[in-house]
């Protein structure tokens, strides 16, 4: 006898709740409110590139414009699940001045456990994580300049906006560069690189100083830059 394959439905998705049931927006800011900043990036080489500082920055622009008053900053570089203890401590500094705390986006509060930047950056916080976050700050106003809900791109977008702005790059595709360029850079180049390569400076340190490949200068060196004295002609100070 034959078995009749049992059909299983699949289970309903639950909805969700959406950060804007647990975030502020920053038009809740008025003149005279008291803020506390909370700046995040993921890595401490997002951090050395100045995107803690960059977004400070843009804080600091945001609640100026609304009248809001800056009491304290607090930075951190690393993942947001590793950031409890110090987002904690921006708590409690937020309590007890009757602050808000004011963050870029959700993001920078908290993810999804499955997050991942280039395979599911589509992922927002969990209902129960979000409630954690909000067990973990209390009764303090969570306050983000972006809107809670904004998507991943739209963040993105956000982020590299304001690093443009705060970095003084226009954006874009780059410029196309001439024909014969890197001759001319070359040429133009040899006679400070037979200085340096005369006080022996390295190849390493030799590239920082021409902002070029290091392996630019061991070629130029394998052809024909001996370690000599330089030439009458050849001056550091050519450009």
Not at 61 to 81: C, F, N, P, Q, S
Request: charged share 30%; with cysteine; glycine share 8%.
């Amino acid at each position: 006898m034959e078995r009749r394959r049992e059909i299983r439905r699949p289970r309903r998705q639950r909805r969700h709740d959406r950060p804007s049931t647990y975030i502020n927006n920053i038009e809740t800011i008025r003149p005279g409110t008291p803020v506390v900043l909370w700046c995040r990036v993921s890595s401490g080489l997002q951090n050395a590139n100045g995107n803690n500082a960059d977004q400070e920055a843009e804080l600091r622009a945001a609640v100026a414009e609304r009248g809001g008053i800056i009491i304290a900053v607090m930075t951190y570089a690393g993942r947001v699940d590793k950031a409890e203890a110090e987002l904690f401590r921006a708590t409690n500094m937020a309590a007890e001045n009757g602050a808000v705390l004011l963050a870029e986006s959700t993001s920078r509060f908290i993810r999804h456990p499955r997050y991942h930047p280039k395979l599911r950056p589509h992922l927002m916080p969990t209902t129960l994580g979000l409630r954690d976050l909000r067990w973990v700050c209390g009764d303090v106003p969570l306050v983000t300049q972006l809107d809670p809900d904004a998507t991943w791109q739209e963040e993105r977008a956000h982020q590299s906006k304001r690093g443009q702005r705060r970095k003084g790059k226009p954006g874009g595709r780059q410029a196309k560069k001439r024909p014969g360029y890197k001759k001319e850079f070359r040429l133009r180049s040899i006679p400070k690189v037979r200085w340096m390569r005369y006080v022996k400076m390295s190849n390493r340190a030799i590239a920082r100083a021409l902002k070029t490949d290091e392996k630019n200068i061991r070629r130029w060196g394998a052809a024909f830059l001996p370690y000599r004295p330089p030439g009458e002609g050849d001056s550091p100070h050519e450009t």
